[in-house]
């Protein structure tokens, strides 16, 4: 019949033309491992936004997030007696994580170049104690790789207590949370105390 003569001709072009066109399937998997964006290399320019200073990372992320994961696990003594606390719901639990997350990428943010320390004009909280903005934004200068150091210190303490959090280990989240804590003071002994103090 005509009608079979024109269908079938179509039919084997529409394939051949399908086989031209794709490439093995090992190809194929190549092409899609290709555009995995967490092993793509960030482009040079990206435009990252440093205006928030080191001191608004420290009070927003930091500093918060930091005492929520010490008073996580503790022992109170008062007029009632000893009382110990430790996190027992899912929504204790889930509010420990966020705290660690937002750690593990504050950590981040003081690393990234060309952030300012503070506000111009800007004083401590005891500025007769503290170095000023304009003597620590000269320790970074001067040496920038102790300070990335010091803030992936800093992120590897967090990122253990995520562990801790994630398998609901309350003695490890307590002993990591000894270690945030050498961390902070380590930096803090560095770029934030007079010596002596």
């Known amino acids: 019949m005509p009608s079979n003569t024109i269908f079938f001709p179509a039919i084997l072009l529409f394939s051949i033309s399908l086989m031209s066109c794709s490439g093995s399937s090992e190809e194929q998997t190549t092409a ?70 937002s750690i593990i990428e504050g950590s981040n943010s003081l690393m990234m170049h060309g952030r300012q320390v503070a506000r111009p004009g800007s004083v401590g909280e005891f500025p007769e104690f503290e170095f000023t903005p304009e003597e620590v934004q000269e320790l970074l200068a001067a040496d920038p790789q102790s300070w990335v150091g010091f803030s992936q210190g800093l992120q590897n303490s967090a990122f253990d207590m995520l562990d801790a959090i994630d398998k609901r280990d309350t003695e490890k989240l307590s002993e990591s949370g000894a270690y945030l804590d050498e961390a902070c003071e380590a930096c803090h002994a560095n770029y934030w105390y007079r010596e002596g103090i």
């Open 32 to 101: 899609v491992n290709s555009t995995d964006l967490s092993t793509t290399a960030a482009p040079e320019s990206v435009p990252y936004v440093t205006e928030i200073t080191i001191r608004e990372i420290m009070r927003a992320l930091i500093d918060p997030h930091a005492d929520a994961l010490w008073n996580s696990v503790r022992v109170v003594s008062d007029s009632n007696g000893i009382t110990e606390y430790a996190p027992e719901t899912d929504e204790e639990w889930a509010t420990l994580r966020i705290s660690a997350v």
